[in-house]
Every structure is written in structure tokens, then in C-alpha cells.
């Protein structure tokens, strides 16, 4: 299928904003759901919601099928050795802060260093920022390149023996950078430190094999692949997991509990305590059955078209600024003049086209860009050539309206 065909499976797409054919470019912040995902979650609802494990009735076996099941297709989807190595959360976020609170915590002192790199979001600074403040542990940055990218030298450069953990996003949600994660856990390793990956950018665009990138943990959203809000996993190789302590207790991840002590069912329960989210886990797997059917390399592909035609197409507009490398993922992050990228989102917004602004949890990075805020238009498998073309007109009558006022 193309791009044009495809969106007739994306319901939402099909309307009008301020009048206008809705023109989506913000899928980097939270992608559109096709038919497929949106019926199983109709169906789990209407036809077999119940709660899972703990029942033998028909309708929770059911439930329990759906849930587990789709802990398999996770565990296909990015190569995990086994189920016991993917652990479902409630996004991205709560698992890099899953494994900052239960690793980091449990295995940092002072004098060790932590490591990550100035276009990090929010989600995979703060949570190591607090294990940092908390075990006298250092943290230190890997210089970006004026481009934005990662040069090895420099991650070989900041990298030492007292170095713990790594961790670094994939595919940055700002500059579009695809970092090379696979050279990065192999230096990483060489001084003993553990890799951490945010690939809450890189899951939804390109195919993932956690065991060729010898990542020690890896994280990711469902939203932001087709799938629902509210769900995420975390895949942790299953050593570390055993020896890792969950941080939330109660229901569910428990396997004896006396009055003065307990213990912990086997992984991946034990990090999944209380009513997990069952009706989210099954539109994940809904999801990842649907690009997998589509097809990540033929997604990846299309992306990376729209992106160089974006780029084409915006440099014709004077006074534009695009940052990031050349080769990049399917985003563009730019800002145009004198213009504040709310108001260009807000002048676009009255044409129908949905762009981020702001500084995209990531205000390190626009410190280290000399920029306040910028714009955003990320693209996916349901975009068009034909919807940049819009999009960048949208931008030259922004231009023009912002040329009069001033």
C-alpha cells in the first residue's frame, strides 16, 4: 500500500480543520490510530474485558490470552530472546525511570559516572539527574558535533572505567539524528557500564533487534507507533532484571506475602504490579501486527523521502533555518525569522496543519541550539508529498503575514 492508501485506514485523517483538509504532521509527539487498532480495542471492551491472571472464567482466560499475547508480538517486534525480557509500563518515561530507580539506585556510588548526551528529552535527563544527586555519582555529557550527530570519538572520549551507565535516545525528536546505538553499547561495554536506549523515536520508523544492538535495556511507547496512550515497554536483558528489585508493590507482582514479609512472582510480573494495563497491551500488539504488515524498512524508506523533499522544499523559503544533520529520520525541526514557532504554529493551524512547537522536553538541546523554542513537522507512513507541498505554502503565507505586521 502507499501513503495515499493507507490513510483510508486512519479514520481521524478523513476531516477538516478551521475548514480546511486536515494536513497531520505532529506524529514524533503522538501518532493516529488505523481501524485495526481501534477494533481490537472496541472488541476487547464489548467482548471479553475482564481482568487477567488471577481468574479461570472464560472471559478472563480470554483477557489473559490477549494480554500475554501480545508480550509475545512485543517480544517478535524488537528480538527479544523471551518474554520474561519485556516488561509492559506506562510509556517510555516510566521505563527509563524504572531502571534509574531500581538499577541505578541499587548500583551507583560516588566517583561513578553516568553518561548521556545533550539532545536528550526530558524523560532520559531528570531521571538520572535524580540518581546522580541521590549516589554522589557524576553525570557527564557526550559533546554533540555542530550538526548536531554523535562522533564515536567523542563517546570513546567521555566514556571511562568509572562510567556506569549510558544512555541515549536513538533517534532524536528534535534534530532527527539517528545515533549508532550498536557502536555506542560496544564502548560502553568495553568499560563495564550497562546501555540504556530511548527508542521511543526509533521503534515506531525502523526495524529494532535489541540482541544485535546489545543494548542492556531499551524503552519505547505505544502511542507514538500507531498504537493507544498509556502503555509502553521496557525490555531488559533477563540478568539484570533478576537482579533488579521492582519499585512498585502490591497485586499482581507478588508471589507469597506474610505479615512481616514478602516475595516476588518470577519476570516479568514482578515489575508490573496492581490491574496492568490490559486493554492498552492489546492495542500494542494490534499495532505492531499492522506495521509489521505494512513493513518497517518500507516505512523507514518513506520517511526518509519526505524528509529530504521537506528539506528540498523549505530551502527555498528565505530566512528559514532547518537543524540537524542531513541524514535524518522522517522530521523536520526549523525556525522561520523573527517569527515565534507558536505563532507559526497557530498561522498554520488556521490552514488545517498540525505542526509542535515549543522546546520539546528537551530544552538542553535548544540551549545548545541558541534557540528558545522551535517548530516541528514530523512525518509518517500515512503522509503525503502532496501534504509538505501544503505544508510549506502554509509556511510562505505565514511568512508573508508576519512580513506585513512587522
Not at 550538526?147 to 541515549?168: C, F, Q, R, W, Y
Not at 523515536?201 to 502511542?223: E, G, N, R, W, Y
Not at 533477563?238 to 519476570?267: C, H, R, Y
Not at 520539546?360 to 507541498?389: G, V
Request: glycine share 8%.
Amino acid at each position: 500500500m502507499n501513503a495515499s492508501e493507507l490513510r483510508q485506514l486512519f479514520p481521524i485523517l478523513n476531516q477538516e480543520v478551521n475548514g480546511k483538509p486536515l494536513v497531520y504532521l505532529d506524529s514524533a509527539a503522538t501518532s493516529q490510530k488505523p481501524v485495526h487498532v481501534i477494533e481490537a480495542l472496541d472488541k476487547y471492551y464489548r467482548e471479553y474485558n475482564s481482568n487477567v491472571h488471577r481468574g479461570v472464567h472464560t472471559l478472563g482466560t480470554k483477557a489473559t490470552d490477549g494480554y500475554e499475547g501480545a508480550r509475545e508480538k512485543v517480544r517478535r517486534f524488537i528480538n527479544a530472546k523471551s518474554t520474561q525480557e519485556v516488561i509492559f509500563t506506562r510509556g517510555t518515561t516510566t521505563a527509563i525511570n524504572t531502571v534509574a530507580s531500581s538499577y541505578g539506585l541499587a548500583n551507583l556510588k560516588e566517583g561513578d559516572e553516568i553518561v548521556i548526551t545533550p539532545m536528550e528529552h526530558h524523560s532520559n535527563i531528570i531521571p538520572w539527574q535524580q540518581v546522580a544527586r541521590v549516589t554522589g555519582a557524576a553525570l557527564k555529557y557526550i559533546p554533540l558535533q555542530p550538526d548536531g550527530s554523535i562522533a564515536l570519538e567523542d563517546v570513546e572520549n567521555t566514556v571511562t572505567a568509572n562510567t556506569k551507565i549510558v544512555s541515549v535516545m536513538q533517534v532524536s525528536n528534535v534534530l532527527g539524528a539517528i545515533n549508532p546505538i550498536k557502536e555506542i553499547a560496544a564502548i560502553a561495554h568495553k568499560h563495564g557500564a550497562i546501555m540504556v536506549v530511548d527508542g521511543a523515536q526509533s521503534t515506531p520508523h525502523m526495524k529494532i533487534d535489541v540482541q544485535d544492538l546489545d543494548c542492556d535495556f531499551f524503552a519505547f511507547s505505544a502511542h507514538k507507533m500507531c498504537g493507544p496512550t498509556g502503555i509502553g515497554v521496557l525490555y531488559g536483558k533477563k540478568a539484570l532484571l533478576n537482579k533488579m528489585e521492582p519499585i512498585e508493590f502490591g497485586g499482581e507482582m507478588i508471589d507469597f506475602v506474610g505479615l512481616q514479609e514478602s516475595t516476588w512472582k518470577e519476570l516479568p510480573w514482578k515489575f508490573e504490579g496492581g490491574t496492568p494495563i490490559i486493554a492498552g497491551a492489546i492495542g500494542l500488539g494490534a499495532a505492531i501486527d499492522f506495521l509489521t504488515e505494512v513493513g518497517l524498512d518500507a516505512i523507514q524508506q518513506h520517511e526518509h523521502e519526505l524528509a529530504e523533499y521537506a528539506m528540498e522544499r523549505m530551502s527555498e523559503i528565505e530566512g528559514l533555518v532547518i537543524y540537524g544533520p542531513k541524514h535524518r529520520a522522517g522530521l523536520v525541526t526549523f525556525n522561520l525569522d523573527d517569527v515565534h514557532p507558536h505563532d507559526v504554529a497557530t498561522v498554520l493551524d488556521a490552514e488545517g496543519i498540525a505542526v509542535r512547537a515549543g522546546h520539546h522536553c528537551a530544552q538542553p538541546l535548544m540551549k545548545w541550539l541558541n534557540a528558545t523554542a522551535t517548530a516541528r513537522a514530523s512525518f509518517y507512513l500515512y503522509n503525503t508529498k502532496d501534504e509538505i507541498d501544503t505544508f510549506v505554502k502554509g509556511l510562505s503565507t505565514t511568512k508573508e503575514y508576519f512580513g506585513h505586521v512587522f
